[in-house]
Nanobody
Framework: VQLQASGGGLVQAGGSLRLSCSAS????????MGWFRQPPGKEREFVAA????????TYADSVQGRFTIFKDNAKNTMYLQMSNLRSEDTAVYYC??????????????????WGQGTQVTVSS
């Protein structure tokens, strides 16, 4: 199973970026998929998650209203649309997936598969 995150880069504050997470080797139709991030010098934190089958979404308070998580079944790909970016959004962003549905979608330990991370840098 592989998760390939991409789409990171350098953007000015107030700008937008779209991250992609392409999944291969497994169907995630009955799983939770999420995005986490690790800011410089800090621990990894939850950003957003989506229940692949029922499309329910969960967001961290810090990104609610600015980020949108969605998926494309045909491409087995998850996305994170990030808008109105702030300097505090600077981090390495990771996508992750679970083997089965879980209520603990904001918890790092609930995820079984991880992508390699993509750097997002927001300049002020």
């Amino acid at each position: 199973v592989q998760l390939q995150a991409s789409g990171g880069g350098l953007v000015q504050a107030g700008g937008s970026l779209r991250l992609s997470c392409s999944a291969s080797g497994r169907n995630f139709n009955n799983s939770i998929m999420g995005w986490f991030r690790q800011p410089p010098g800090k621990e990894r934190e939850f950003v957003a998650a989506i229940d692949w089958s029922v499309l329910s979404t969960t967001y961290a308070d810090s990104v609610q209203g600015r980020f949108t998580i969605f998926k494309d079944n045909a491409k087995n790909t998850m996305y994170l649309q990030m808008s109105n970016l702030r300097s505090e959004d600077t981090a390495v962003y990771y996508c992750a997936g679970t083997k089965a549905p879980t209520r603990y979608r904001t918890t790092e330990g609930a995820y079984d598969y991880w992508g390699q991370g993509t750097q997002v840098t927001v300049s002020s």
